[in-house]
């Protein structure tokens, strides 16, 4: 039976480092992922401003889109799940990139069905207009609102910067292999 998978992008399909290179270059520092304990990335530059942080990122933006690398396994298990099931990749990204995104899609040759960027993180509306199946997420609150609000389960990429406690639900993985097998066992015991 057919499922309908809602994907984030950044963070999620993208390698969660992806930003990572441009923070460093731009503002003159050597932060890795361990340093980004929290979402909100202002916290590892405290010295600057959450407006000049901003304004560098919207600038920033169609370099980081266009240059960001597939994480590990992500784009071969996408591949094997693309014939039996539907990919709606929902992002947070401005609808203004969607050319880039869906260029950058055709480059990694990752195949979709849907590509919805809505410009906010609030994917619950989202999710429930495409009536999607399971989520994949790397934004804890994001994972934690999709579950409860849409009763559906929420894959969530494990990172230093959504290690808060989640419910029964919302499923933490390492990587794509176990997303996989996890996503594997629960279509053996819904369809």
């Known amino acids: 039976m057919t499922k309908r998978f809602g994907i984030d992008i950044d963070g999620t399909v993208t390698c969660p480092t992806s930003l990572i290179p441009h923070i460093n270059e731009a503002f003159d520092r050597t932060l890795s992922l361990d340093d980004l304990t929290e979402y909100d990335l202002t916290k590892a530059l405290p010295d600057i401003s959450p407006d000049a942080f901003s304004k560098w990122f919207l600038k920033a933006e169609p370099a980081i889109y266009s240059s960001s690398p597939v994480v590990q396994h992500a784009d071969e298990i996408l591949e094997q ?91 933490r993985v390492n990587n794509w292999l176990d997303a996989k097998k996890w996503v594997n066992e629960w279509l053996i015991k819904t369809t």
């Open 81 to 171: 799940w693309k014939d039996d099931h539907e990919l709606f990749f929902i992002s947070a990204r401005s609808y203004k990139h969607i050319d880039l995104t869906m260029n950058w899609f055709l480059e990694k040759n990752i195949r979709y069905d849907h590509i919805e960027l809505i410009g906010s993180h609030d994917k619950v509306k989202t999710a429930q207009k495409f009536n999607v199946d399971i989520f994949f997420e790397d934004k804890h609150d994001n994972a934690v609102m999709i579950h409860e609000e849409c009763d559906i389960p929420v894959i969530l990429f494990d990172t230093p910067y959504n290690r808060e406690p989640i419910p029964q639900g919302v499923i």
